[in-house]
Each structure stands twice: as structure tokens, then as C-alpha cells.
Nanobody
Framework: EVQLVESGGGSVQTGGSLRLSCKPS????????MMWYRQAPGNECELVSSISGDGSTYYTDAVKGRFTISHDNAKNSVDLQMNSLKPDDTAVYYC??????WGQGTQVTVS
């Protein structure tokens, strides 16, 4: 069973930073396209950022210039560095692999 374990969520003030990390249970990240989604209460789930096995990245307009997605090959994890956080970034953030495997979600609250 593929598992994605997320960590790094929490509560911060506006302008603060958080770093989310997603670690798969047994596959190598480079073999998968990895995504971070988020869902705020009452909203649909939206794609925030993605990174392919070759390192190509995507960011939704709302986070461009503030969020950075990256592979940490030493940890076999995909990280999402979130800077200059805003209250609109408040959501549950989910890691996904190939839009097939999903993590349990981690709460990010910005006040």
C-alpha cells in the first residue's frame, strides 16, 4: 500500500513561513509527478503546485513568487516552502503522487 506522509503544517501569522514535507512510504519520488493540493472550508480542492520527475514545476497564480516546491533527494521527500503567508492560504494541504496516491492532509492556518 502506497502511503504519503505529510508534515510541517501549523498556525502562523500573516507574513510568516511554513515548510510542508511529503514522504512516500516506499517509492522513489523521481518516478512520479508530485502535487500539493489544498482545500479551504466551503471551497473546492485546488492544485497549488506540482513537480515532475525531471524537476519541471507548476504554481497556481495565487502562490507564484511565494511558494517553492522542490525534491529533497536525501530524504526522498517533496517539500513546499511557503513564504509571505496570507489568511487566504488557510486550508488543508494534501500531497499527491500522479494524482493517484494521496496523503492524509495537514492543516495550515494563517491569521
Amino acid at each position: 500500500e502506497v502511503q504519503l506522509v505529510e508534515s510541517g503544517g501549523g498556525s502562523v501569522q500573516t507574513g510568516g513561513s511554513l515548510r510542508l514535507s511529503c514522504k512516500p512510504s516506499f517509492f522513489i519520488l523521481d518516478d512520479f509527478d508530485m502535487m500539493w493540493y489544498r482545500q479551504a472550508p466551503g471551497n473546492e480542492c485546488e492544485l497549488v503546485s506540482s513537480i515532475s520527475g525531471d524537476g519541471s514545476t507548476y504554481y497556481t497564480d495565487a502562490v507564484k513568487g511565494r511558494f517553492t516546491i522542490s525534491h529533497d533527494n536525501a530524504k526522498n521527500s517533496v517539500d513546499l516552502q511557503m513564504n509571505s503567508l496570507k489568511p487566504d492560504d488557510t486550508a488543508v494541504y494534501y500531497c499527491a503522487a500522479d494524482n493517484t496516491y494521496w496523503g492524509q492532509g495537514t492543516q495550515v492556518t494563517v491569521s
